[in-house]
């Protein structure tokens, strides 16, 4: 690939889009404005990354005609102790153009609609779960990102059998997409008496927020029954028939939700649920078209798939797809899993920028 013709392409487009921008006709349309200001804040950052790729080359190449015309010492001890500098930050710039002008894919800047489900393990894979509920909320906070629960099934001692939340921000489907899977814990649970390690899992399914225009959905369809809500909530939440169960009968989907006291507030998150899982299922069948032929490197992000590891005796948290272990779980479960996330994001996109070359 040549990047240098693809660097010039992105800035043509990038001036293309501000005079767009500025277009009062296109400035009535707010979903065309929507969609130009996105595409903007991208090429924009791409035109960053090559000015500060060019300045740190030229420097580079200045530094390096000191040192090899040697005439002046102090000079050329100053040039040397910045070549290496200069050549890692060339280095890294270069790998963010590489990544940034891979295509994004269309669900990369939707929201997701995040589901976390107990697997094995009983109590202790209910306990679990609801740490990694609160892992995903602390890491939501130091991203600037909101979190919605949509409905939940708690469990005895302060588990979630099961808990499904809406996080809304910038570009979270990229972000998140690769935590679907199965997650493995291993640790002594808080009801283990003889202090022996038990391992249990979870499993987390992360859903592009899907919009009405996405799926459009026959109400012929749909079996929508209501009924009061269970467990914890207040008074108003157990004593009104605020539950809510759509049952999509051509795919067999069942849809229930029942946070809310509105009846109407609850139908309208199911419906949201319902059109993420039905747009999943659809671009996963498209997916499997065009690539049934090859795995994905870090996998297919199938929640069927085991993903990562958690091992509290060592402190260790191993992705398996990556092969990226750290020693910092304690810290991981406190929401400080970015590293952990930007590594399968690059992974994905070198993998997609090397079908492109």
């Not at 894979?125 to 892992?135: E, K, P, T």
């Not at 369809?221 to 207040?234: K, T």
């Not at 990556?322 to 970015?338: A, C, P, R």
Request: glycine share 6%; net charge negative; charged share 30%.
């Amino acid at each position: 690939m040549d990047i240098n013709f693809q660097i010039e392409k992105f800035r043509k487009r990038f001036t293309e889009v501000e005079q767009q921008l500025s277009d009062p006709m296109i400035c009535s349309d707010s979903k065309k404005m929507q969609e130009l200001g996105k595409e903007h804040s991208r090429l924009k950052k791409l035109v960053i990354i090559d000015d500060e790729l060019n300045k740190t080359q030229k420097n580079l190449a200045e530094n390096r005609e000191i040192i090899a015309d040697g005439s002046d010492a102090e000079l050329v001890d100053m040039a040397k102790a910045e070549v290496e500098p200069l050549k890692a930050l060339e280095d890294k710039l270069l790998k963010d153009l590489r990544l940034g002008i891979v295509p994004p894919e269309p669900t990369d800047d939707r929201n997701a609609i995040v589901e976390i489900r107990a697997g094995t393990g009983g109590t202790e894979a209910a306990l679990f779960a609801a740490d990694l509920y609160r892992m995903y909320i602390r890491y939501a906070e130091t991203q600037g990102w909101k979190m919605e629960s949509m409905d939940s099934n708690p469990s005895d001692l302060g588990g979630y059998k099961e808990i499904i939340f809406l996080v809304t921000g910038e570009n979270i489907f990229q972000k998140l997409r690769f935590e679907s899977g199965v997650h493995r814990v291993q640790r002594v649970p808080a009801t283990e008496a003889q202090g022996r390690i038990h391992t249990s899992a979870a499993t987390v399914a992360v859903l592009p927020e899907a919009e009405e225009v996405d799926m459009v959905i026959n109400p012929n369809d749909l079996e929508i029954s209501v009924c009061r809500s269970g467990g914890p909530g207040g008074q108003g939440v157990n004593t009104t028939d605020s539950a809510v169960q759509i049952h999509h009968k051509p795919t067999g989907v069942i849809v229930r939700c029942q946070d809310g006291r509105s009846q109407t507030k609850n139908k309208e998150k199911a419906m949201n649920v319902l059109r993420s899982r039905l747009l999943e299922k659809k671009i996963e069948e498209e997916d499997a078209k065009y690539a049934a032929h090859r795995k994905s490197q870090i996998g297919s992000g199938d929640r069927n798939e085991k993903i990562r590891t958690y091992n509290y005796p060592q402190n260790r948290v191993t992705d398996h797809r990556i092969n990226l272990t750290l020693y910092n779980l304690s810290n991981f479960m406190e929401g400080d899993i970015d590293e952990m996330v930007t590594t399968l994001v690059q992974t994905h996109l070198e993998e997609k920028l090397s079908e492109l070359s």
